[in-house]
């Protein structure tokens, strides 16, 4: 299983993960996509592919970033950054080495949502965290703008979360005067 770490952020200020990754002393080539950013750290070895020719995420030294997205003009959507290879540690220890280092990064912002009792996290905000975002034990740091963006009581839901989800939430949205653009 992935090594995630999730991030409220801005989807036009969001940036500031992907840089964290571009200043490595050796960074990843870097390839952008609808939904983020598939990082190959070719310092750790090739791509693995199936028999197939699908590519064997879990044993290539990738990271995937799901990048923050607009949903129905009011909502946002988390942003993830996952650690593929499984088991990290003994596939490629410099790449669980990087995964650490990354958590003291990420672990310097406000943690916004915890779903265990041994983290602490700002009350207040879990209003404002719907759909299946509050389903995952991995907490939720708010970079500035994502923790700008709670305090001004914007939406944000998983980005797992499909129309059907964000279509309910939107009814629930326009209980309390919150009104979402159609689908």
């Not at 963006?149 to 980005?159: G, I, T």
Request: hydrophobic share 40%; glycine share 6%; with cysteine.
């Amino acid at each position: 299983m992935a090594t995630t770490y999730r991030f409220a952020a801005s989807p036009e200020a969001c940036s500031e993960i992907l840089e964290w990754f571009r200043a490595l002393a050796v960074p990843p080539a870097v390839t952008l996509t609808d939904w983020g950013a598939a990082l190959h750290f070719k310092t750790f070895g090739e791509i693995k592919y199936h028999a197939d020719g699908a590519i064997d995420a879990n044993a290539s030294p990738l990271v995937t970033v799901l990048l923050p997205k607009v949903r129905r003009d009011v909502i946002w959507t988390i942003g993830e950054v996952r650690f593929l290879p499984t088991p990290l540690r003994r596939l490629y220890p410099g790449l669980h080495g990087m995964s650490t280092q990354f958590a003291k990064w990420i672990e310097g912002f406000d943690c916004v949502f915890a779903n265990d009792s041994q983290r602490e996290s700002i009350d207040g905000f879990n209003y404002y965290l719907e759909g299946s975002v509050r389903n995952s034990l991995d907490p939720i740091w708010a970079l500035p703008s994502g923790f700008e963006a709670l305090q001004n009581e914007r939406y944000f839901v998983s980005v797992q979360d499909n129309e059907i989800k964000v279509e309910t939430l939107c009814r629930s949205l326009r209980l309390r005067g919150v009104e979402c653009s159609s689908a």
